[in-house]
């Protein structure tokens, strides 16, 4: 099956050419003397479909719009265009009453675990303010419910009377997801969320969103930058640079094989747990270019070994490449005679 | 970049400046009485009044007057006292320099005290000499201007004669001296305001990771504290310390009258009891000039302190 | 005596306008007669006058001309001679209606005729007040040629111009003047009149003013030794400037009085009925008022009560008049006859920051408590204070009084004749004193006048239109080298034979 | 799976007490006597505050008189209990509405931003630029002197501290994660704003508050130094100084117990305003 | 390796470091030993709050007035705890050097780089001038800053997060130290950035035959950094062993879980075996092994008193009472 047949129904979130830029201040001389303002590319042309039920890692360094198209998603941020359909509706043009029920069934749980509970509600208020609002329990069965939803995150009751700052950051983030949890929603957005835990806690966490995924049946977007964590979990894996998806697969093929020159440098660049397997050469030489200043063309030329000159004027689009895998670079476009294509790569 | 950034920033006092001007000129009309009665007393029989009034144009209807003193004021001219009998312009020009004189000496006293007692402080924190430093300015800070710039007039000048009692002098020595006592009631004051933030913020450098750095690196003590610490400390303090001079320049107004300084602050109020528009109007115009530029001043001082500060 | 120095006066305000006939307050008017010189001038005890420009004069029999005499080489200070047409030029400036407030003392000249160094008033009626008028700073003698030389399009600029640096012919000069902050007068090398030593006056060589607000300020800089005068010395500090060995704490006899003014009219501006409509009430109020005890509280004790409503030092003051001595009982009783038993409230207004207005009304407050009346009071700055007096919108007010001439026809006008200012504002009208008044101003004869001037103040005593409270003195301190400077009481400062012993 | 994750509360569940902050308690104990003064003067006060005594002018600190008397013979000490309730007022009156507009203009233009933001800036801008003193007192001298004009006053002015305060912290808030939390569960603005930001951003407001009441009780005194203050026979601290600065030499008590009553009531707010800074911190 | 030890550049002994907070005492670091070899990159690890920074910066004596700090740390024959403010500074930056976790905020911000550089050659070499201009370009060069000598007078925030760490590094390496302490060096970076200064750090101590010691949390830099390991646990070493022997038998309780915590460990989206609870509080440690309540091995003989770092294999240190019994990190127990 190509990505082309698919139907609107198989893709729980389709995304399509989504744009986010951010405006930067501008000096007021450089206005009077009509300079072109200068955007942050955070998002460029950002084309991504996650299925019912499945996990969609996203990885990418610090600044490729990860957070960004999290963002996105729920309507944190407004995109300046493409499209975002959720179950087939169009997520972008929502008005309230409707963006209320998308958020119901939509939910993210954030990085920080020390920022993202209000340091004055008790987590019980948490919980309860959402059931309240959204009148989703009636006043006398919410804290049956609050119970009900601790334990599901494996917390103990008495933590409901309590405030964030009296727990440690693993039963923060529990915490957060109890709170996303009591929207029921289908779908969540984990931007990070265990990019601040200890090693021995990340895991807790990770064994909980898994636990949760197969017991509610629950899609996920799962953004981090830990490798290792993104291939455990995730079912297909999304790599970003610059704001551009660079290369989309399977976590498979793309641990096993990945295409793109960036892929791999990423990749060989994540210290391997086994000293007796060690590298000299560094995976990829030089700094991100500033979002700013995107370079043309293909946005990691400028680090990128193989580049040649077409790679500095035309942007290579995201196709496909073998069956669930699809790649943005032009050492993969068929028209390129094979003579011409690096050897390492293919 | 930077000349952009300062033109931007004069040309977006302007529309403050109109706001500000007829603002002045509507409120100073609303003020009761007027200036024929403050000038003629108790005694003037009405045509003695009316008479003054016609001299003074405040016969006028409002629109008609405020378009005189735009036009006025488009030619440069401010208008002229109408209690002094001096254009307007001229007083400022001998009143203003007295007071932006006293507001930078107390801004320098200010800082002079400050600093060196809130390193100490910040250094010594929680101890008993952080205690005393610190009790002694928030005393300063609970009492009224005039009752410690009296207790040190009493004290240094009358009883002490370390200083005189008021006046402005005439060499730039004898103004320090002439200057010093007020100068000092108002730095205290002010000293008091920085003496706090400073020495939070010291307290805040010093755990800042760089000073560790530096420290790592065998700097000198000496050193670490003057190129480390005071600088980055002292970037806040001046923002604070722009924003308290506006303040300063209206506490000289209580200031000025105990020490018998003729500054801006003094003529303004003499102003308002006077009923004086064309000064009280004037002198709000340079009083938002002044704190405006005194603004700019301290975000230019403040971008040249921190490389960080893009006003792009 | 001691020549040559410079005195320095601290004083509480500048000057405003220095022009004898357009000047605005007694800030110009205290020390104009310093800067320009009068044909007469008052005597030393205040109540006569004595030759000053004028070596003499005569009055015709029948007392409808004066004729006065120049003396002989006298000089305005840039040296030019001062003749008979600049006499004849000032008096008819002064006396325009136009010009200045005070136009009115010269009213009576129907004409001015000069002849050599003599100068001849030609009057449209006898006028008794004429040698007073002589004597004060509006009849000032200006040099017609400097001032016509001054800048400006019309005489009202060149006024301005001129007054900026005055050249009269006072015992001074005005050096240097830096409004609001100094000014500095110098000795007039030209003047006429000779000191002690035969030689002329002044001594000094210079008067430094300097404008001290802050009374405390003024008496610091007094003690430090920056200035060696001080003038409006609050009454509070008097006793302990007496006690000071290094300074002389000078009252100078004033004509100062110091009363509340009361609206009489029967409805207030806002319409609401006026308790003080009531003479008996008026009375009561006086007859409540314990002058003693202000005094002790309000003067530590330097005022003395106010009997009449013109001072003890003004001419023809009637020494009969007793004034209403503290008598709470008659207080109650006018209080019960008026139908006011129980009391009413009233709001005065003060100067705020004034501490004697305020000393003065907190302890009425106390005082009339006694007879039920609740004084509310309502500090105001001057301006507004003023504006609403005059407006005739105010129940009660602080007031204060000092004569500008020698002779008490000034005084009445503003208290007594409605046409003047509404008696004061307070709307009191007596057809009987305004005809008293009217014949006394050409009533020759001083013992006729005083005995009309009697009945005009025992009429303003039993209407009591203001309530009376007490005379106070000029307080100046002066440091202890400072000899010969007098404040008379019309308020002038005089420094012409003023000296610094060594 | 059907293993529940294990349940983790019983291992470190770090509770920490709220310990009192002696700083909060040294100010509110030295506050307290102001309080009792102001809340029952009668009980404390030997005399009345405005009575005279021409028998007891001018005297010193005798058992009689604890703080001596004024030049009308008044009690000192009895003013200064009297004056108690008078301060007290200015310390609220001055910054009551300016807190509560500020605050509530400050987390509305800090949360929506825009061009009412900018106008409101603008606005803030025009009355920063005018040196406060200066404009109070042209104020009061508009609307007449008083206690009441000067709430007015202060009002008209004060409100752009906290404005500013809470506006940069609301904006600072508003980009939190528990904050976007919030967005992301579907709660409208205002829940946003006045439940979750404001409470988290009103702490700076609440600690500048207690420094601004010292400053509005010593504003008080400087207008009373002008005469534009309380009005006689009011026993209000700072115009008992200022009233007392005749005296100065010759009967220091007269402004100087009253000017230790506004160091005591200044200290007191300090520490008050140090000690919930501290407290209201949310995490210690 | 089994060839008898040179002498270490670093001996460190029974170093205590002792907090006085609020809430009362934080004893942050017991009776640590180590000893760091000429040449050799020591990994110190641990969870966060176990200590490792603190212990850092006992090392050069950085910690201030109500810190105590006791014990010995050993360098070129003095004991630097204890020693005087002046001749602790001769050690400081001249002989050993420190780098930190965050470069945005290690750096200062109102200086340029340049003059950081050169204020370290100042102190330390005497340079001034242009020598010290020279000298600092040539550094930047050997961090691999393109196009130094421009850059020396630029701030920090004018780089990348990248190019910062390769600047504190410069800075550090100015005065040519023997020992690097190296805080995390690349945790806020991003793994292509982490790799190259990693790397860097590397090349480094072959070329000037620096020691390292290298605090991370992060076992996979552990790996491919470091000769030997040391793990930290509650303020204490817990295990200190060669690099290949940790991650193939590890010879503590706490060292295994980690391990197996990691998603390497297990199948794909199957549950992570995590070490269950969090760290203790350092105010209130348990009786025994600070690890005991998290440990699935615990028995009695864990409680009572803590159990030593005793030396369990030549240069192989555990602290744990069953460090014998311990299973392999993919062995699965019953
Ligand atoms: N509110 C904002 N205003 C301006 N620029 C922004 C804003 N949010 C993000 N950016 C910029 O957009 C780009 C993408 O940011 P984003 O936070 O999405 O990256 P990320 O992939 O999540 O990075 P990280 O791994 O550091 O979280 C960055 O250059 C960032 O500076
Ligand atoms: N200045 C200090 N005051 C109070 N407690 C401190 C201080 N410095 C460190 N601590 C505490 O000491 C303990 C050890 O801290 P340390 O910074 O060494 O941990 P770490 O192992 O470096 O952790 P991380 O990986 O988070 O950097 C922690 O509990 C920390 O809270
Ligand atoms: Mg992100
Ligand atoms: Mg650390
Ligand atoms: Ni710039």
Same mark, same amino acid.
């Not at chain 3, 610091?220 to 704490?249: D, H, S, T, W, Y």
């Not at chain 4, 028998?55 to 009690?75: E, V």
């Not at chain 5, 030997?228 to 817990?238: E, I």
């Given at each position: 099956?190509?990505?082309?047949?698919?139907?609107?129904?198989?893709?729980?979130?389709?995304?399509?050419?989504?744009?986010?830029?951010?405006?930067?201040?501008?000096?007021?001389?450089?206005?009077?003397?009509?300079? @072109?303002?200068?955007?942050?590319?955070?998002?460029?042309?950002?084309?991504?479909?996650?299925?019912?039920?499945?996990?969609?890692?996203?990885? =990418?360094?610090?600044?490729?719009?990860?957070?960004?198209?999290?963002?996105?998603?729920?309507?944190?941020?407004?995109?300046?265009?493409?499209?975002?359909?959720?179950?087939?509706?169009?997520?972008?043009?929502?008005?309230?009453?409707?963006?209320?029920?998308?958020?119901?069934?939509?939910?993210?749980?954030?990085?920080?675990?020390?920022?993202?509970?209000?340091?004055?509600?008790?987590?019980?208020?948490?919980?309860?303010?959402?059931?309240?609002?959204?009148?989703?329990?009636?006043?006398?069965?919410?804290?049956?419910?609050?119970?009900?939803?601790?334990?599901?995150?494996? %917390?103990?009751?008495?933590?409901?009377?309590?405030?964030?700052?009296?727990?440690?950051?693993?039963?923060?983030?529990?915490?957060?997801?109890?709170?996303?949890?009591?929207?029921?929603?289908?779908?969540?957005? @984990?931007?990070?969320?265990?990019?601040?835990?200890?090693?021995?806690?990340?895991?807790?966490?990770?064994?909980?969103?898994?636990?949760?995924?197969?017991?509610? =049946?629950?899609?996920?977007?799962?953004?981090?930058?830990?490798?290792?964590?993104?291939?455990?979990?995730?079912?297909?894996?999304?790599?970003?640079?610059?704001?551009?998806?660079?290369?989309?697969?399977?976590?498979?093929?793309?641990?096993?094989?990945?295409?793109?020159?960036?892929?791999?440098?990423?990749?060989?660049?994540?210290?391997?747990?086994?000293?007796?397997?060690?590298?000299?050469?560094? @995976?990829?030489?030089?700094?991100?270019?500033?979002?700013?200043?995107?370079?043309?063309?293909?946005?990691?030329?400028?680090?990128?070994?193989?580049?040649?000159?077409?790679?500095?004027?035309?942007?290579?689009? %995201?196709?496909?490449?073998?069956?669930?895998?699809?790649?943005?670079?032009?050492?993969?476009?068929? @028209?390129?005679?094979?003579?011409?294509?690096?050897?390492?790569?293919? | 970049?930077?000349? #952009?950034?300062?033109?931007?920033?004069?040309?977006?006092?302007?529309?403050?400046?109109?706001?500000?001007?007829?603002?002045?000129?509507?409120?100073?009309?609303?003020?009761?009485?007027?200036?024929?009665?403050?000038?003629?007393?108790?005694?003037?029989?009405?045509?003695?009044?009316?008479?003054?009034?016609? *001299?003074?144009?405040?016969?006028?209807?409002?629109?008609?007057?405020?378009?005189?003193?735009?036009?006025?004021?488009?030619?440069?001219?401010?208008?002229? #006292?109408?209690?002094?009998?001096?254009?307007?312009?001229?007083?400022?020009?001998?009143?203003?320099?007295?007071?932006?004189?006293?507001?930078?000496?107390?801004?320098?006293?200010?800082?002079?005290?400050?600093?060196?007692?809130?390193?100490?402080?910040?250094?010594?924190?929680?101890?008993?000499?952080?205690?005393?430093? !610190?009790?002694?300015?928030?005393?300063?800070?609970?009492?009224?201007?005039?009752?410690?710039?009296?207790?040190?007039?009493?004290?240094?000048?009358?009883?002490?004669?370390?200083?005189?009692?008021?006046?402005?002098?005439?060499?730039?020595?004898?103004?320090?001296?002439?200057?010093?006592?007020?100068?000092?009631?108002?730095?205290?004051?002010?000293?008091?305001?920085?003496? !706090?933030?400073?020495?939070?913020?010291?307290?805040?450098?010093?755990?800042?990771?760089?000073?560790?750095?530096?420290?790592?690196?065998?700097?000198?003590?000496?050193?670490?504290?003057?190129?480390?610490?005071?600088?980055?400390?002292?970037? #806040?303090?001046?923002?604070?310390?722009?924003?308290?001079?506006?303040?300063?320049?209206?506490?000289?107004?209580?200031? *000025?009258?105990?020490?018998?300084?003729?500054?801006?602050?003094?003529?303004?109020?003499?102003?308002?009891?006077?009923?004086?528009?064309?000064?009280?109007?004037?002198?709000?115009?340079?009083?938002?000039?002044?704190?405006?530029?005194?603004?700019?001043?301290?975000?230019?001082?403040?971008?040249?302190?921190?490389?960080?500060?893009?006003?792009? | 005596?001691?020549?040559?120095?410079?005195?320095?006066?601290?004083?509480?305000?500048?000057?405003?306008?220095?022009?004898?006939?357009?000047?605005?307050?007694?800030?110009?008017?205290?020390?104009?007669?310093?800067?320009?010189?009068?044909?007469?001038?008052?005597?030393?005890?205040?109540?006569?006058?004595?030759?000053?420009?004028?070596?003499?004069?005569?009055?015709?029999?029948?007392?409808?001309?004066?004729?006065?005499?120049?003396?002989?080489?006298?000089?305005?200070?840039?040296?030019?001679?001062?003749?008979?047409?600049?006499?004849?030029?000032?008096?008819?400036?002064?006396?325009?209606?136009?010009?200045?407030?005070?136009?009115?003392?010269?009213?009576?000249?129907?004409?001015?005729?000069?002849?050599?160094?003599?100068?001849?008033?030609?009057?449209?009626?006898?006028?008794?007040?004429?040698?007073?008028?002589?004597?004060?700073?509006?009849?000032?003698?200006?040099?017609?040629?400097?001032?016509?030389?001054?800048?400006?399009?019309?005489?009202?600029?060149?006024?301005?111009?001129?007054?900026?640096?005055?050249?009269?012919?006072?015992?001074?000069?005005?050096?240097?003047?830096?409004?609001?902050?100094?000014?500095?007068?110098?000795?007039?090398?030209?003047?006429?009149?000779?000191?002690?030593?035969?030689?002329?006056?002044?001594?000094?060589?210079?008067?430094?003013?300097?404008?001290?607000?802050?009374?405390?300020?003024?008496?610091?800089?007094?003690?430090?030794?920056?200035?060696?005068?001080?003038?409006?010395?609050?009454?509070?500090?008097?006793?302990?400037?007496?006690?000071?060995?290094?300074?002389?704490?000078?009252?100078?006899?004033?004509?100062?009085?110091?009363?509340?003014?009361?609206?009489?009219?029967?409805?207030?501006?806002?319409?609401?009925?006026?308790?003080?409509?009531?003479?008996?009430?008026?009375?009561?109020?006086?007859?409540?008022?314990?002058?003693?005890?202000?005094?002790?509280?309000?003067?530590?004790?330097?005022?003395?009560?106010?009997?009449?409503?013109?001072?003890?030092?003004?001419?023809?003051?009637?020494?009969?008049?007793?004034?209403?001595?503290?008598?709470?009982?008659?207080?109650?009783?006018?209080?019960?006859?008026?139908?006011?038993?129980?009391?009413?409230?009233?709001?005065?207004?003060?100067?705020?920051?004034?501490?004697?207005?305020?000393?003065?009304?907190?302890?009425?407050?106390?005082?009339?408590?006694?007879?039920?009346?609740?004084?509310?009071?309502?500090?105001?700055?001057?301006?507004?204070?003023?504006?609403?007096?005059?407006?005739?919108?105010?129940?009660?007010?602080?007031?204060?009084?000092?004569?500008?001439?020698?002779?008490?026809?000034?005084?009445?006008?503003?208290?007594?004749?409605?046409?003047?200012?509404?008696?004061?504002?307070?709307?009191?009208?007596?057809?009987?004193?305004?005809?008293?008044?009217?014949?006394?101003?050409?009533?020759?004869?001083?013992?006729?006048?005083?005995?009309?001037?009697?009945?005009?103040?025992?009429?303003?005593?039993?209407?009591?239109?203001?309530?009376?409270?007490?005379?106070?003195?000029?307080?100046?301190?002066?440091?202890?080298?400072?000899?010969?400077?007098?404040?008379?009481?019309?308020?002038?400062?005089?420094?012409?034979?003023?000296?610094?012993?060594? | 799976?059907?293993?529940?994750?294990?349940?983790?509360?019983?291992?470190?569940?770090?509770?920490?007490?709220?310990?009192?902050?002696?700083?909060?308690?040294?100010?509110?104990?030295?506050?307290?006597?102001?309080?009792?003064?102001?809340?029952?003067?009668?009980?404390?006060?030997?005399?009345?505050?405005?009575?005279?005594?021409?028998?007891?002018?001018?005297?010193?600190?005798?058992?009689?008189?604890?703080?001596?008397?004024?030049?009308?013979?008044?009690?000192?000490?009895?003013?200064?209990?009297?004056?108690?309730?008078?301060?007290?007022?200015?310390? $609220?009156?001055?910054?009551?509405?300016?807190?509560?507009?500020?605050?509530?203009?400050?987390?509305?233009?800090?949360?929506?931003?825009?061009?009412?933001?900018?106008?409101?800036?603008? $606005?803030?801008?025009?009355?920063?630029?005018?040196?406060?003193?200066?404009?109070?007192?042209?104020?009061?001298?508009?609307?007449?002197?008083?206690?009441?004009?000067?709430?007015?006053?202060?009002?008209?002015?004060?409100?752009?501290?906290?404005?500013?305060?809470?506006?940069?912290?609301?904006?600072?808030?508003?980009?939190?994660?528990?904050?976007?939390?919030?967005?992301?569960?579907?709660?409208?603005?205002?829940?946003?704003?006045?439940?979750? $930001?404001?409470?988290?951003?009103?702490?700076?407001?609440?600690?500048?508050?207690?420094?601004?009441?010292?400053?509005?009780?010593?504003?008080?005194?400087?207008?009373?130094?002008?005469?534009?203050?309380?009005?006689?026979?009011?026993?209000?601290?700072?115009?008992?100084?200022?009233?007392?600065?005749?005296?100065?030499?010759?009967?220091?008590?007269?402004?100087?117990?009253?000017?230790?009553?506004?160091?005591?009531?200044? $200290?007191?707010?300090?520490?008050?305003?140090?000690?919930?800074?501290?407290?209201?911190?949310?995490?210690? | 390796?089994?060839?008898?030890?040179?002498?270490?550049?670093?001996?460190?002994?029974?170093?205590?470091?002792?907090?006085?907070?609020?809430?009362?005492?934080?004893?942050?670091?017991?009776?640590?030993?180590?000893?760091?070899?000429?040449?050799?990159?020591?990994?110190?690890?641990?969870?966060?709050?176990?200590?490792?920074?603190?212990?850092?910066?006992?090392?050069?004596?950085?910690?201030?007035?109500?810190?105590?700090?006791?014990?010995?740390?050993?360098?070129?024959?003095?004991?630097?705890?204890?020693?005087?403010?002046?001749?602790? /500074?001769?050690?400081?930056?001249?002989?050993?050097?420190?780098?930190?976790?965050?470069?945005?905020?290690?750096?200062?911000?109102?200086?340029?780089?340049?003059?950081?550089?050169?204020?370290?050659?100042?102190?330390?070499?005497?340079?001034?001038?242009?020598?010290?201009?020279? /000298?600092?370009?040539?550094?930047?060069?050997?961090?691999?800053?393109?196009?130094?000598?421009?850059?020396?007078?630029?701030?920090?925030?004018?780089?990348?997060?990248?190019?910062?760490?390769?600047?504190?590094?410069?800075?550090?390496?100015?005065?040519?130290?023997?020992?690097?302490?190296?805080?995390?060096?690349?945790?806020?970076?991003?793994?292509?950035?982490?790799?190259?200064?990693?790397?860097?750090?590397?090349?480094?101590?072959?070329?000037?035959?620096?020691?390292?010691?290298?605090?991370?949390?992060?076992?996979?830099?552990?790996?491919?950094?470091?000769?030997?390991?040391?793990?930290?646990?509650?303020?204490?070493?817990?295990?200190?062993?060669?690099?290949?022997?940790?991650?193939?038998?590890?010879?503590?309780?706490?060292?295994?879980?980690?391990? /197996?915590?990691?998603?390497?460990?297990?199948?794909?989206?199957?549950?992570?075996?995590?070490?269950?609870?969090?760290?203790?509080?350092?105010?209130?440690?348990?009786?025994?092994?600070?690890?005991?309540?998290?440990?699935?091995?615990?028995?009695?003989?864990?409680?009572?008193?803590?159990?030593?770092?005793?030396?369990?294999?030549?240069?192989?240190?555990?602290?744990?009472?069953?460090?014998?019994?311990?299973?392999?990190?993919?062995?699965?127990?019953?």
């Amino acid at each position: 099956m190509t990505a082309n047949a698919v139907t609107s129904n198989e893709y729980l979130l389709d995304i399509q050419a989504l744009t986010k830029t951010f405006p930067v201040r501008r000096s007021f001389l450089s206005r009077w003397r009509g300079e @072109a303002p200068k955007v942050v590319r955070a998002l460029t042309d950002v084309n991504l479909q996650v299925r019912r039920g499945e996990t969609l890692g996203i990885v =990418g360094e610090s600044g490729c719009g990860k957070s960004t198209l999290a963002r996105c998603i729920v309507r944190l941020h407004k995109a300046d265009a493409g499209s975002i359909r959720y179950d087939g509706r169009e997520v972008l043009t929502l008005g309230a009453e409707d963006l209320r029920m998308y958020y119901r069934r939509v939910q993210m749980i954030f990085q920080d675990p020390f920022s993202s509970l209000n340091p004055r509600m008790t987590v019980g208020q948490v919980l309860r303010e959402v059931l309240t609002v959204h009148k989703l329990r009636p006043k006398e069965q919410q804290g049956e419910r609050v119970r009900e939803l601790l334990g599901l995150v494996g %917390l103990s009751p008495e933590a409901e009377n309590r405030l964030p700052h009296e727990f440690s950051g693993g039963q923060r983030q529990r915490i957060g997801i109890a709170r996303a949890l009591a929207m029921e929603p289908d779908c969540l957005v @984990a931007d990070e969320l265990v990019s601040a835990l200890d090693v021995s806690v990340q895991a807790q966490v990770v064994n909980l969103l898994l636990e949760l995924q197969e017991k509610l =049946g629950l899609t996920v977007l799962f953004v981090a930058h830990d490798l290792r964590l993104v291939r455990h979990i995730s079912h297909r894996v999304a790599v970003m640079y610059l704001g551009r998806v660079v290369e989309v697969g399977t976590t498979q093929e793309l641990f096993e094989a990945p295409a793109h020159p960036y892929t791999r440098a990423l990749l060989a660049a994540a210290p391997h747990l086994d000293p007796a397997h060690r590298v000299d050469a560094p @995976a990829v030489s030089g700094e991100l270019p500033s979002p700013l200043n995107v370079p043309s063309g293909c946005p990691f030329r400028t680090r990128c070994p193989y580049a040649f000159d077409r790679c500095a004027t035309d942007r290579p689009e %995201l196709t496909e490449i073998r069956l669930g895998q699809s790649v943005a670079c032009h050492l993969f476009d068929p @028209a390129l005679r094979p003579a011409d294509q690096p050897a390492e790569v293919r | 970049m930077r000349a #952009s950034y300062v033109l931007k920033r004069l040309l977006q006092i302007i529309p403050t400046f109109i706001a500000v001007l007829i603002l002045v000129f509507l409120l100073v009309r609303l003020l009761p009485g007027d200036p024929a009665s403050a000038i003629l007393g108790d005694r003037a029989t009405p045509e003695i009044v009316a008479r003054k009034k016609r *001299e003074l144009g405040l016969d006028q209807p409002l629109v008609v007057q405020f378009w005189i003193f735009v036009q006025h004021l488009v030619r440069g001219d401010l208008g002229e #006292s109408t209690s002094l009998k001096v254009p307007v312009l001229r007083l400022v020009g001998e009143r203003l320099p007295v007071t932006l004189f006293l507001s930078v000496y107390a801004s320098i006293l200010g800082v002079v005290m400050a600093v060196p007692l809130a390193i100490l402080a910040a250094v010594r924190r929680n101890t008993w000499v952080d205690g005393v430093i !610190r009790g002694l300015f928030q005393i300063g800070l609970s009492l009224p201007v005039f009752y410690v710039a009296l207790q040190l007039l009493t004290l240094l000048g009358a009883k002490l004669q370390w200083f005189p009692i008021g006046g402005y002098g005439d060499s730039f020595g004898d103004r320090l001296y002439h200057l010093f006592l007020p100068a000092l009631t108002l730095g205290f004051n002010l000293a008091a305001i920085l003496v !706090r933030t400073l020495r939070n913020s010291i307290l805040e450098v010093l755990t800042a990771e760089y000073v560790e750095f530096a420290r790592s690196k065998g700097l000198r003590t000496r050193v670490v504290l003057s190129r480390h610490v005071l600088r980055n400390a002292l970037i #806040s303090t001046i923002t604070l310390l722009g924003l308290n001079i506006g303040a300063l320049i209206g506490g000289a107004v209580i200031t *000025e009258s105990v020490f018998a300084i003729p500054g801006v602050g003094r003529l303004m109020i003499d102003a308002i009891f006077g009923r004086d528009y064309p000064v009280i109007q004037g002198l709000t115009l340079v009083f938002a000039v002044l704190v405006s530029l005194v603004f700019l001043m301290t975000d230019l001082v403040h971008a040249r302190l921190d490389p960080r500060v893009e006003h792009a | 005596v001691e020549r040559g120095g410079t005195l320095v006066y601290g004083r509480y305000a500048d000057s405003l306008f220095l022009d004898p006939v357009l000047n605005d307050a007694n800030l110009d008017i205290w020390i104009l007669t310093n800067l320009y010189d009068t044909l007469l001038q008052p005597s030393a005890n205040g109540k006569g006058v004595q030759p000053g420009l004028a070596s003499s004069y005569t009055v015709s029999s029948d007392n409808k001309s004066m004729k006065l005499t120049l003396r002989s080489g006298i000089k305005f200070a840039d040296g030019s001679p001062i003749t008979a047409a600049d006499v004849k030029w000032s008096l008819d400036r002064a006396r325009k209606p136009d010009n200045g407030d005070w136009s009115g003392s010269l009213a009576s000249i129907d004409n001015i005729t000069t002849s050599g160094n003599t100068v001849t008033l030609n009057l449209k009626r006898p006028d008794p007040t004429l040698a007073a008028a002589l004597a004060t700073f509006n009849s000032a003698i200006m040099s017609q040629k400097l001032f016509n030389a001054a800048a400006g399009k019309n005489d009202a600029e060149k006024a301005k111009a001129f007054a900026e640096k005055p050249i009269g012919s006072g015992p001074f000069v005005l050096s240097e003047w830096k409004k609001g902050s100094y000014m500095v007068i110098k000795r007039n090398p030209y003047y006429w009149k000779k000191g002690e030593d035969g030689k002329a006056l002044p001594y000094l060589d210079a008067v430094r003013f300097e404008i001290i607000p802050d009374d405390n300020t003024r008496i610091l800089k007094l003690q430090a030794g920056e200035i060696q005068g001080a003038e409006f010395i609050p009454l509070a500090r008097v006793n302990e400037l007496k006690a000071n060995p290094k300074i002389n704490m000078a009252l100078f006899p004033s004509t100062q009085v110091n009363f509340i003014t009361m609206n009489n009219r029967p409805k207030l501006k806002d319409g609401s009925t006026n308790p003080l409509s009531d003479v008996r009430v008026r009375q009561a109020l006086n007859y409540a008022t314990n002058k003693d005890a202000l005094i002790q509280i309000v003067t530590y004790g330097v005022g003395k009560p106010m009997n009449s409503f013109m001072s003890s030092t003004t001419p023809l003051f009637d020494t009969s008049q007793k004034g209403f001595p503290y008598n709470l009982d008659k207080a109650k009783a006018l209080m019960a006859a008026a139908g006011y038993k129980n009391g009413f409230e009233v709001t005065s207004m003060a100067t705020s920051g004034s501490a004697n207005d305020l000393a003065q009304l907190t302890a009425l407050q106390q005082m009339w408590a006694q007879i039920g009346v609740k004084l509310k009071i309502e500090q105001l700055d001057a301006a507004t204070k003023t504006a609403r007096y005059r407006a005739n919108d105010f129940q009660m007010r602080t007031g204060g009084w000092t004569n500008d001439i020698n002779d008490p026809s000034q005084i009445t006008t503003y208290f007594a004749i409605y046409a003047t200012v509404e008696s004061l504002h307070t709307g009191f009208k007596s057809a009987e004193i305004e005809k008293l008044f009217e014949q006394s101003q050409s009533e020759t004869s001083r013992v006729k006048r005083a005995s009309i001037y009697r009945r005009i103040q025992t009429l303003y005593h039993e209407a009591a239109p203001i309530v009376y409270l007490y005379e106070t003195p000029y307080p100046v301190a002066l440091a202890k080298n400072v000899k010969g400077f007098v404040q008379i009481p019309l308020g002038n400062n005089i420094f012409a034979a003023t000296y610094l012993d060594k | 799976m059907t293993t529940t994750a294990p349940p983790v509360t019983s291992v470190a569940p770090r509770r920490t007490r709220r310990r009192p902050k002696p700083t909060l308690i040294a100010g509110l104990l030295l506050l307290l006597p102001l309080v009792i003064a102001a809340v029952a003067p009668k009980l404390l006060a030997p005399y009345s505050p405005t009575d005279f005594d021409y028998t007891a002018i001018l005297q010193g600190p005798s058992a009689k008189h604890l703080f001596g008397t004024d030049n009308f013979g008044r009690d000192i000490f009895s003013r200064i209990i009297f004056g108690a309730q008078v301060d007290l007022q200015i310390a $609220v009156f001055t910054t009551l509405f300016p807190f509560v507009f500020g605050t509530l203009l400050g987390a509305f233009t800090g949360f929506v931003g825009k061009w009412f933001d900018a106008m409101i800036g603008r $606005v803030a801008d025009l009355v920063v630029v005018f040196p406060f003193l200066v404009l109070v007192i042209a104020i009061v001298a508009v609307l007449g002197p008083g206690l009441t004009n000067m709430y007015i006053a202060v009002s008209a002015v004060g409100w752009v501290s906290y404005w500013r305060l809470v506006r940069a912290e609301v904006m600072a808030q508003k980009e939190t994660e528990y904050a976007q939390a919030a967005r992301v569960l579907g709660f409208g603005p205002s829940r946003v704003l006045l439940r979750h $930001v404001l409470p988290n951003a009103v702490t700076p407001a609440i600690v500048y508050l207690m420094t601004d009441m010292s400053l509005g009780i010593l504003l008080g005194a400087s207008l009373g130094y002008l005469g534009l203050g309380a009005q006689p026979p009011t026993p209000e601290w700072g115009v008992m100084v200022a009233d007392g600065k005749n005296f100065m030499a010759t009967a220091w008590w007269i402004a100087g117990f009253p000017g230790l009553a506004l160091t005591l009531a200044g $200290v007191a707010f300090s520490l008050i305003g140090d000690g919930l800074a501290d407290a209201l911190r949310p995490r210690s | 390796m089994s060839a008898p030890l040179p002498s270490p550049v670093l001996r460190v002994r029974d170093l205590d470091v002792r907090i006085p907070t609020p809430r009362g005492e934080l004893h942050a670091v017991r009776g640590v030993n180590f000893d760091l070899q000429p040449g050799e990159v020591l990994g110190l690890v641990g969870e966060s709050g176990s200590g490792k920074s603190v212990t850092l910066r006992a090392l050069l004596q950085l910690h201030r007035k109500p810190v105590r700090v006791t014990g010995t740390i050993e360098y070129g024959g003095h004991n630097l705890v204890g020693l005087s403010e002046a001749k602790l /500074r001769n050690v400081r930056g001249a002989q050993i050097g420190m780098i930190f976790q965050e470069p945005m905020t290690a750096l200062n911000p109102v200086l340029t780089i340049g003059e950081q550089i050169r204020e370290n050659l100042r102190e330390h070499r005497g340079l001034t001038g242009k020598a010290a201009n020279e /000298r600092a370009v040539e550094l930047l060069d050997l961090v691999g800053i393109p196009s130094a000598r421009t850059r020396l007078s630029d701030y920090a925030h004018q780089f990348s997060g990248g190019m910062r760490q390769r600047a504190m590094i410069a800075i550090a390496l100015a005065s040519e130290p023997r020992v690097l302490l190296a805080d995390e060096p690349t945790t806020a970076l991003d793994v292509t950035i982490q790799d190259q200064i990693l790397r860097l750090l590397l090349k480094l101590r072959e070329q000037l035959g620096m020691s390292i010691v290298l605090v991370t949390h992060d076992l996979g830099v552990v790996a491919q950094t470091c000769d030997r390991v040391a793990v930290m646990y509650a303020g204490r070493l817990v295990e200190t062993a060669n690099v290949t022997d940790v991650f193939s038998a590890p010879k503590h309780a706490y060292t295994l879980g980690l391990l /197996r915590s990691l998603p390497d460990s297990g199948a794909h989206r199957r549950p992570l075996q995590p070490i269950p609870g969090s760290p203790p509080d350092l105010r209130h440690l348990p009786a025994g092994c600070a690890f005991a309540p998290r440990c699935a091995f615990h028995t009695n003989a864990c409680l009572g008193s803590e159990p030593p770092l005793i030396e369990i294999a030549p240069s192989r240190a555990s602290a744990c009472v069953h460090y014998a019994k311990l299973p392999l990190v993919n062995e699965v127990v019953v």
